[in-house]
């Protein structure tokens, strides 16, 4: 799906972590004890299970997600229903195929974790409509997040949503332009730029804007596109042919918007869905700038005042992740 080999590792190292963290965890769940106004009476608070949970993951993190969801469940004593994206079907049956080994030498019911392959549109919608899921963690974009909340608690069940981004960061002034500049190159091309928290929009403070697009110009043109599992790789393809038609389809609109196209734009001719990690220059308050485009396109935008940098942050509807370089906090 794109995510290079060292981001691979990363995520499945990710889930090694949280089942660590969650063990620990599982001694530290406490309840509370109140006093009472009746001689030789007190209140005990103790927890129970909630009952069955439903996870549904994206593409982009097919191991981690559901080891986020899967290890605090199982802690609580909550099964999983799991139903991973239709496009990492494999990596959703290798992982399931884990648990039940783990879980067979522990003597420990398989039926813990049963995991369901297909499409969000049968299987996944079959899955928020069962009022025997006490519990739907969704993975995905905005649009689909908020159909899923309003099927859920019709049932009065509940939701964990994890949705859609339009991250910023802020370079001042005094910004050590160095460690910048290799900040948000990973972040706006890793992973082909298919995160939520990818960054879409980098805010650089005009004395030091012309500076830092050149040199971001330049950076751009050492990235090496190719083969996700070569070590020497930094990006690889995007997910799918949709992903392509997003990206064609987002660099008209950001051109007819009055966006200028700095660096790449175009869909590399090769096996597979490859595209070059694009910069463009364009004003903060453009629609499209307030859309979040699932692909490697970062805007460039340029500010005067830290208010006004912290205005344009702001001022898109999806938030997620922002941050800020300056030597002077």
């Known amino acids: 799906m794109g995510k290079i080999i060292g ?44 009952g069955i949970i439903g996870v549904i993951t994206a593409f982009n993190f097919p191991v981690a997600v559901f080891g986020w969801n899967l290890a605090l469940a199982l802690i609580v004593g909550d099964p999983v229903v799991w139903k991973g994206a239709s496009s990492t079907s494999l990596i959703s049956l290798a992982c399931t195929k884990i648990c039940h080994e783990v879980f067979e030498r522990n003597n420990v019911p398989k039926a813990l974790v049963t995991m369901i392959v297909g499409p969000g549109s049968s299987v996944g919608e079959h899955m928020i409509n069962d009022s025997r899921l006490r519990l739907v963690s969704f993975t995905g974009s905005t649009e689909i997040g908020r159909h899923v909340s309003e099927v859920v608690h019709k ?7 994890e949705l859609g981004g339009n991250n910023a960061v802020i370079v001042m002034e005094d910004a050590d332009l160095d460690l910048a500049l290799r900040g948000n190159i990973f972040s706006a091309v890793g992973t082909a730029g298919q995160r939520c928290t990818s960054l879409r929009r980098l805010v ?25 599992l070569d070590a020497g790789t930094l990006m690889g393809p ?92």
């Open 155 to 161: 049932n009065f069940n509940r939701t964990i949503l």
């Open 7 to 50: 981001e691979g590792l990363g995520e499945v190292q990710e889930l090694i972590d949280m089942m660590d963290y969650a063990v620990g965890l599982s001694r530290m769940l406490e309840g509370k004890i109140f006093p009472s106004e009746r001689p030789g009476h007190f209140m005990m608070e103790t927890w129970n299970p909630l």
């Open 204 to 228: 650089i403070h005009s004395d030091v804007y012309d500076t830092l697009k050149d040199r971001l110009v330049a950076a751009y043109g050492n990235i090496v596109i190719g083969d996700p």
């Open 238 to 329: 995007v997910h799918t042919a949709g992903a392509i038609k997003e990206f064609t389809e987002g660099l008209e609109e950001i051109k007819k918007q009055g966006g200028k196209v700095i660096y790449g734009g175009n869909v590399i001719e090769r096996e597979g869905f490859f595209v070059e990690p694009t910069l463009v220059e364009i004003a903060h308050d453009a629609p499209i700038v307030k859309i979040e485009l699932f692909v490697p396109i970062l805007y460039l935008i340029k500010f005067d005042t830290i208010d006004e940098a912290i205005e344009i942050n702001n001022e898109v509807p999806q938030g997620l992740a922002s941050g800020m370089f300056t030597k002077n906090l």
